[in-house]
């Protein structure tokens, strides 16, 4: 191939020629293969650098074995102290929601509900007798009104009295005058002077009674009115105290409800479906606030596959996937996309990544898919934490 290479020359060019000749036959043998090599290697990393990307996200069926069973796992711990009476369950032990797990002693609980309870009765008593005593002041109030009201009267009569025996004063003092000149002109007896001056002193008598009336009356109408005013007042602070005992009735009606509830945290039951872990707690054991007693597998399950982001392209909610469960092999449990995480798994880390410090290495991140399970029969026999397989086939 390297004859072609050389172009004709002077005779005395002819033992160079072949010289050169030989030593590019012998070179080619010697490194034409390496170099071939080298060239498709470079090639090769080159495509793959620039494209595979493309081609992986492209592919209809994404694979991952970053895949494993999940469930909802919930560690059941008490809120309140108290000494374990009874644990009612076994070891891994099938539920039902609201099946009574761990049971604690409550007679403290129920004391307190006791005691909380004869308080509310107590706060109750107090407002129905604030009640009464206002009921009684509004007798009270209208007794004084109605004192009022005759104190009125007895002024109108005692007034209209005056007015007559003034009347009568008037005419009684006139005829005594008339009789006194008279008797001075000897036309009249003594006796009928005698009789006018009686007259006249007994009519200035009742005036002065009738006044007296009138100020009695005027006195008992201002002792009604501020009795009124008293009673008025009496009531409005009764009025102000059914606020308050109302107020403290709500306040021990709560102390009340707070205490029934805890009566109900010293029973631990089931919060759905599901399982039971391992018992941590046993009769007599004092547990505190907060102490883990239990594990509770809920029935839910779902497999989480974590594909490369590169896989991502074109994988989308409801894309059908096959499950193949390790455990189970030859197997094929089908579901379909059910959410995908917002984002990569090392943001959720308890210590994300962070690459603005220092030398960078990109690393190909793996993303979250939630995968729901079609068959509920193969859904119930799967455990949580279980390795499977996930294909998800990607409607492009």
């Known amino acids: 191939m390297f004859e072609n290479l050389i172009v004709a020359a002077p005779p005395r060019l002819v033992p160079f020629r072949a010289k050169t000749t030989a030593w590019l036959k012998a070179h ?22 620039r494209n595979w990307n493309a081609w992986e996200g492209a592919r209809i069926d994404q694979v991952t074995n970053d895949a494993f069973v999940r469930g909802d796992l919930t560690p059941l711990s008490t809120k309140v102290a108290g ?11 099938t539920v039902r929601k609201g099946d009574e797990l761990v049971r604690l002693v409550d007679d403290d609980y129920r004391a307190q509900v006791a005691q909380a309870s004869a308080a509310v009765d107590a ?9 009464r005593q206002r009921e009684l002041q509004d007798a009270r109030i209208a007794r004084a009104e109605a004192g009022i009201d005759q104190a009125n009267a007895q002024i109108a009569a005692a007034l209209a009295g005056k007015a007559a025996v003034e009347a009568d004063v008037t005419r009684t003092r006139a005829e005594r005058s008339r009789q006194e000149a008279l008797l001075t002109a000897a036309s009249t007896t003594q006796q009928k002077v005698e009789t006018a001056i009686a007259d006249e002193q007994r009519f200035n008598a009742q005036a002065s009674s009738r006044e007296a009336d009138l100020t009695q009356a005027r006195t008992l109408l201002r002792s009604n009115e501020l ?39 010293t029973r631990i039951v089931a919060p759905a479906d599901g399982t039971v872990g391992e018992r941590q707690v046993r009769p007599g054991q004092l547990v505190s606030p907060g102490t883990q007693v239990i594990s509770f597998v809920a029935d839910t399950r779902w497999v989480q596959a974590n594909f490369r982001e590169t896989q991502l392209t074109n994988i989308r909610v409801g894309d059908p996937a096959e499950i193949r469960i390790d455990v189970y092999p030859g197997e094929v449990i089908y579901g379909k996309v059910l959410e995908i995480a917002p984002a990569s798994g090392s943001q959720f880390a308890l210590l994300p990544p962070d690459n603005a410090t220092g030398n960078f290495t990109k690393v190909v991140q793996r993303v979250p898919v939630k995968i729901a399970l079609d068959n509920a029969a193969a859904k119930a026999r799967l455990r949580p934490g279980l390795s499977a397989v996930v294909t998800v086939r990607t409607r492009k």
Do not use: H
């Open 83 to 93: 000494l374990v009476r009874d644990v009612t369950v076994t070891d891994y032990q």
């Open 28 to 49: 080619a043998q010697k490194y034409g293969t390496p170099l071939s090599v080298l060239l498709l290697a470079a090639a090769i990393v080159f495509t793959m650098t």
């Open 123 to 131: 706060a109750k008593a107090a407002l129905e007798n604030n009640r």
């Open 227 to 265: 009795g009124v005013e008293t009673e008025r007042r009496t009531k409005t602070v009764l009025e102000s105290q059914e606020m308050q005992l109302g107020a403290d009735l709500q306040a021990r009606q709560a102390a009340l409800n707070a205490a029934e509830i805890n009566v109900g945290y």
